[in-house]
């Protein structure tokens, strides 16, 4: 087992590393105080391939993995939490969707302008009633001489606003219960289509997070993905990856939490010593130190898995639970080696914090990935 990154990953880190340290970091506390979702980067993302990660030249992709895919979600993360959750949700969620149960058409029509930065992509799973239970969707889609009519409305969509294309699960028929939800491409010409709410959020408060709703929006059939019925398992594959990217940026912003309270340790004097000689703190970047490389080890082997096209989605689980909860614990300890100074904003400490909730909770919480976990380890006995 070979547990360190190539040469060409270690220069994939390095490059996302300074493109995080210029580009992204002299703005960081601008953007989650004005909560700005800064459409001004799209094309310097795009530029380094990051808006088609993992899609191939043909598309306009950068062809890389999973592995390559974890490590740069994992530096942006480490400076910003909401251009990381930014990237991996348009990578993972809308762009690969359509990369796995498009046709070639579709591919051709609204993969492309995605990979290629053109847009932003969103992704409809989740609603007011269809939380941790995504199966109990109520947006339905009814067939029509055009195709279908849409009507309802999606919750926490990462870029409702900013997108071109989304894509988003229907019920078509209620009576199959999870075998009747079918997935749908909407895109912002459609009549009935239109973004709603803007949340204010404790964290991530620069990805643009919101709702979209549909009124009698109709959708050519040609805009279905696969067959009726496909959308809520289809839904599940894709989680299976997305995790994988949650997992990543967990460890980002972990490490950048560790590495401000190491700095600060260093710096900040009492009792005639820096705090970073006392036992309590060195105990404290001990365990800090050891549970992100757990994470990170954990998620490595999820995005290796994933590349190799073995069954990822226990692996996918475990790496998105303990890097998660990873994240808040050591956010919360940078916090307090800060004491009062990791309270106040003229730190980075708080922001780590705020920012690390949220991937306790997207794409399936704590509790969610626990349920996915046991089902995995029993059906194996």
């Not at 999820?302 to 956010?331: C, F, H, I, N, W």
């Given at each position: 087992?070979?547990?360190?990154?190539?040469?060409?990953?270690?220069?994939?880190?390095?490059?996302?590393?300074?493109?995080?340290?210029?580009?992204?970091?002299?703005?960081?506390?601008?953007?989650?105080?004005?909560?700005?979702?800064?459409?001004?980067?799209?094309?310097?993302?795009?530029?380094?391939?990051?808006?088609?990660?993992?899609?191939?030249?043909?598309?306009?992709?950068?062809?890389?993995?999973?592995?390559?895919?974890?490590?740069?979600?994992?530096?942006?993360?480490?400076?910003?939490?909401?251009?990381?959750?930014?990237?991996?949700?348009?990578?993972?969620?809308?762009?690969?969707?359509?990369?796995?149960?498009?046709?070639?058409?579709?591919?051709?029509?609204?993969?492309?302008?995605?990979?290629?930065?053109e847009s932003f992509g969103a992704w409809g799973l989740t609603e007011s009633q269809a939380g941790s239970d995504s199966a109990g969707t109520r947006t339905n889609a009814v067939r029509t001489d055009n195709g279908w009519k849409v009507n309802g409305s999606k919750n926490f969509i990462t870029h409702a606003i900013a997108c071109n294309t989304l894509v988003a699960v229907a019920v078509t028929d209620k009576e199959k219960g999870n075998r009747g939800i079918s997935a749908f491409i909407f895109d912002k010409s459609m009549d009935g289509f239109r973004s709603d709410k803007k949340e204010n959020k404790l964290g991530m408060r620069a990805s643009e997070t919101a709702s979209v709703v549909f009124e009698d929006c109709i959708v050519p059939d040609e805009n279905r993905l696969g067959n009726e019925g496909e959308g809520f398992l289809q839904c599940m594959q894709v989680l299976d990856g997305g995790r994988i990217s949650i997992a990543a940026l967990s460890v980002g912003i972990a490490q950048g939490a560790y590495e401000a309270a190491v700095k600060y340790?260093?710096?900040?004097?009492?009792?005639?010593?820096?705090?970073?000689?006392?036992?309590?703190?060195?105990?404290?970047?001990?365990?800090?130190?050891?549970?992100?490389?757990?994470?990170?080890?954990?998620?490595?082997?999820?995005?290796?898995?994933?590349?190799?096209?073995?069954?990822?989605?226990?692996?996918?689980?475990?790496?998105?639970?303990?890097?998660?909860?990873?994240?808040?614990?050591?956010?919360?300890?940078?916090?307090?080696?800060?004491?009062g100074y990791g309270y106040t904003k003229d730190y980075p400490a708080e922001k780590y914090w705020r920012d690390s909730k949220l991937c306790t909770i997207g794409e399936g919480t704590s509790e969610i990935q626990r349920i996915v976990i046991a089902k995995n380890l029993l059906k194996s006995l």
């Open positions: 087992m070979n547990f360190e990154l190539s040469e060409e990953q270690q220069q994939i880190k390095y490059s996302i590393r300074e493109f995080a340290e210029s580009e992204i970091k002299p703005h960081v506390m601008e953007w989650d105080e004005e909560q700005h979702f800064p459409e001004e980067l799209r094309p310097k993302l795009a530029e380094l391939g990051l808006m088609g990660v993992l899609f191939p030249e043909e598309y306009g992709g950068a062809g890389m993995g999973y592995v390559e895919y974890a490590t740069i979600i994992e530096e942006l993360g480490r400076v910003c939490g909401s251009v990381g959750l930014s990237v991996a949700a348009h990578n993972s969620l809308c762009s690969n969707h359509l990369y796995m149960f498009g046709s070639e058409e579709q591919k051709k029509k609204y993969l492309v302008p995605l990979v290629t930065g340790a260093q710096e900040r004097q009492q009792f005639g010593k820096a705090i970073a000689e006392f036992q309590a703190i060195q105990f404290k970047l001990a365990d800090m130190a050891t549970q992100i490389e757990c994470a990170r080890l954990l998620t490595q082997q999820a995005a290796a898995t994933k590349d190799a096209g073995k069954p990822v989605t226990q692996k996918s689980a475990m790496a998105k639970l303990y890097a998660s909860e990873t994240a808040v614990r050591v956010s919360e300890e940078s916090i307090q080696i800060h004491g």
